[in-house]
């Protein structure tokens, strides 16, 4: 199978990085009925950044305002799903690099049950390139 490319939205916000804040978010969005595709999470200063992938932008933004979560704009970035393999993120990198397009980030796991799925980010000006290079929808 091909891995599959396309871009997503993804939105950020800061909570007091404290034990159980990320869980209090995920628990309340799920409740509005909010699936995420990705979800990060990690210190930043004395608070903690979270970004949110979700698989219906409207959907997030209704959520977050109803539970007074400030997002950040839209952002863009990249999710990779597919068959889990030896050096599975090697070709979209490699072809990323040779078009000279730097990622900001990436994070990728195994998804188990032979799947892998990753997530990266570019500079706002290089997603149209990127998603170009890679074939990404």
Request: a positive charge; charged letters at 25%.
């Amino acid at each position: 199978m091909t891995d599959s490319l396309r871009k997503v939205d993804y939105f950020y916000t800061f909570v007091p990085n404290t034990a159980g804040q990320g869980s209090k978010i995920l628990a309340a969005l799920a409740e509005e009925g909010v699936n995420l595709l990705a979800f990060s999470g990690f210190p930043s200063g004395r608070r903690a950044q979270l970004d949110l992938v979700p698989e219906d932008s409207a959907a997030l933004k209704r959520a977050a305002k109803k539970l007074k979560l400030k997002l950040s704009t839209r952002k863009t970035g990249f999710l990779v799903q597919g068959d889990d393999r030896v050096g599975a993120m090697t070709g979209t990198l490699d072809a990323l690099a040779k078009a000279k397009v730097n990622v900001t980030a990436c994070d990728a796991v195994s998804a188990g049950d032979g799947r892998y799925a990753a997530i990266f980010w570019v500079k706002p000006q290089a997603v149209a390139k990127a998603a170009k290079v890679i074939g990404a929808k």
